[in-house]
């Protein structure tokens, strides 16, 4: 009867940390993020995060551009030769990271003479520093964020 009694307090202590381990893991972004828009965070508001939270977090946005300034839409942007996006209808890209970011980032011109032409690749390196840290008085439980703009002009071939 004793054992039992233990066993059904021990499931319950179990279950309650359980409960406890969840409920606390649940990450909560500023309202403010650099100016990006919600549906760009990596971590949404209200995701559950498990393990220890990251406490740097990067972005790394700009715009690609041509020569006379135009936006240029559907430039392949590459990090570190394995994560790629594609720049919007007015030449803009965002990435975030936690705590890495890559070591440089590929432009290239996937769609040949559509879009105002064919453009040159072209690979810049990527260096965030102190420089680039956002002040967040408002969500200090949120880490550190930093926010690298990198904006491109690509000539023509």
Known sequence: MKKSIINFFDK???????IAGIATACHYECDSYANVPLSHI???EGTCLYGMPSSVFIVIK???KDQANNPI???RVIADKSDTLYTDSQGKYIYKFDTYYPDFLTFEDVDGAGHGGEF???????FVTEKNKVNQKKCPESGELYVKTENIKLEKK
Not at 12 to 18: D, H, N, Q, S, Y
Not at 120 to 126: E, G, K, M, N, P
């Open 73 to 75: 839409s559907n430039i």
């Open 42 to 44: 990596r971590f949404p």
């Open 120 to 126: 040159a690749s072209q690979v810049r390196d990527i």
């Open 62 to 64: 700009g715009e690609v």
């Open 12 to 18: 319950i202590i179990v279950m309650l940390l359980g």
